[in-house]
C-alpha cells in the first residue's frame, strides 16, 4: 500500500462555525509531507482530527484502510505524533521516559528502546534529567516517544519550534532519513517555510479552512512560468518592445535589466526580437523563487487572522 493516509472530504464544524471545510489529501509511504497556512487557517485542527484528539463533523480519515470513525484503536495504532510539544516527567531521566512510555504499547523491548535512543542521537545523554536537556534534546526524545512502537505514520506540529539552526538542522536530517530508509509517512506542519522547502517532498496549503493546493515542492515553488533577469544597454526600450508584444505582461525594470515571468521556450523568441531592434544583451538568468515568496502570492498574503481566535494555529 503506496497511500498510508487518506483524509477523505473532511469538515469540522465548532458553535456553527465551519473550521475546516472539505478537505481532501493523501500521504503516500517515503515521503515528508508540509502542512502550510496562516496563522488561524486550520493545520492544528486537521492534525487534531488526524489523530482523533476533536471529532469529524463530515468526511473520514483513513490510516492504511482503517477509518479513524469506525475503526479507531487499529488506526492510530499506526500513528506517532507530537501535537504542539512533546510532554514528559522532567524529574526523569530520558531513559525512564522511554520505560514508562513503552508500557503504553506492546511488545517494546529493552533492545528496542536501547535502538531508537541511538536512531535520535541521544546516546550520550539518556540517563541525564530530563531538567537538564536543551530544547533540542527534548525535541529528539519527544521524537523516539513517537518512534517506539514502530508507527508507519510520523505527524509533528511545529516540530522546530523554538529551536537553533543545528537543533533544526538535526529534527530536519532526522525526518528525511526516517522517511527514506523506514519508508514512513511523514506529515509536518510548520510556519517555518525555507525549513520546509528543505525538508518536504509534497505540501498542501490551507487558508481559511480550506484546502488551496498540493504539489511536489518544486513544480510548486517554480510553476510552468519563471522568472528571468535579462541585462540589456537599454531597458526602457526593451520595455517597450515586450509591451507591445504582450501588453499585460508583468515587467520589472532596474537600471541594466527587464525581470519578467517566461516560459523557458519563449527565450528564443524574446532574443530575436530584441536582436532585431539592436538592444545588446549581456545575460539571460533565471531569478529563483523561494517557497516564502510562493507562498505569500499564493494567499495574498491576508486570511487566517480572522480564524485566530477558532484555532490556535
Not at 524529574?91 to 523491548?109: C, D, E, I, P, W
Not at 529534527?171 to 511523514?186: K, P
Not at 517532498?201 to 511536489?216: A, M, T
Not at 510553476?223 to 499585460?248: C, F, H, M, S
Request: charged share 30%.
Amino acid at each position: 500500500m503506496d497511500t498510508l493516509v487518506e483524509i477523505q472530504d473532511v469538515t469540522k464544524v465548532i458553535k456553527g462555525r465551519t473550521i475546516i471545510d472539505s478537505v481532501s489529501f493523501e500521504v503516500k509511504k517515503g515521503e515528508v509531507f508540509g502542512f502550510l497556512g496562516p496563522n488561524g487557517a486550520g493545520k492544528t485542527t486537521t492534525i487534531r482530527m488526524l489523530v482523533g484528539l476533536i471529532g469529524i463533523t463530515s468526511g473520514d480519515i483513513k490510516i492504511l484502510g482503517s477509518s479513524i470513525k469506525t475503526d479507531f484503536e487499529k488506526a492510530v495504532s499506526h500513528i506517532g505524533a507530537i501535537v504542539e510539544n512533546p510532554e514528559m516527567y522532567k524529574f526523569l531521566s530520558g531513559y525512564q521516559n522511554l520505560v514508562h512510555y513503552a508500557r503504553m504499547s506492546k511488545g517494546v523491548t529493552k533492545e528496542k528502546i536501547d535502538q531508537t535512543v541511538e536512531l535520535v542521537g541521544l546516546t550520550d545523554r539518556i540517563h541525564d534529567k530530563v531538567r537538564t536537556y536543551s530544547l533540542g534534546m527534548r525535541q529528539r526524545l519527544g521524537l523516539a516517544q513517537c518512534l517506539l512502537h514502530d508507527p508507519k505514520i510520523l505527524i509533528l506540529d511545529e516540530p522546530t519550534n523554538g529551536l537553533d539552526p543545528a537543533g533544526i538542522r538535526e529534527i530536519r536530517d532526522h525526518l528525511r532519513m526516517l522517511a527514506r530508509e523506514r519508508e514512513m509517512a511523514v506529515i509536518v506542519s510548520s510556519h517555518l517555510l525555507s525549513e520546509m522547502e528543505m525538508m518536504c517532498d509534497r505540501i498542501g496549503i490551507i487558508q481559511n479552512g480550506k484546502l488551496i493546493d498540493v504539489q511536489h515542492i518544486s513544480d510548486f515553488v517554480q510553476g510552468k512560468e519563471k522568472v528571468y533577469q535579462v541585462e540589456v544597454d537599454d531597458p526602457e526600450k526593451a520595455n517597450r518592445i515586450l509591451k507591445a508584444a504582450q501588453p499585460e505582461l508583468p515587467i520589472q525594470l532596474t537600471e541594466n535589466s527587464v525581470i519578467l515571468p517566461l516560459v523557458r521556450d519563449g527565450i528564443p523568441e524574446m532574443v530575436k526580437e530584441f536582436v532585431r531592434a539592436d538592444i545588446k544583451i549581456f545575460a539571460v538568468r533565471e531569478v529563483t523563487k523561494s517557497l516564502e515568496d510562493r507562498f505569500l502570492e499564493v494567499t495574498d498574503y491576508k486570511g487566517g487572522a480572522s480564524d485566530a481566535r477558532a484555532d490556535s494555529k
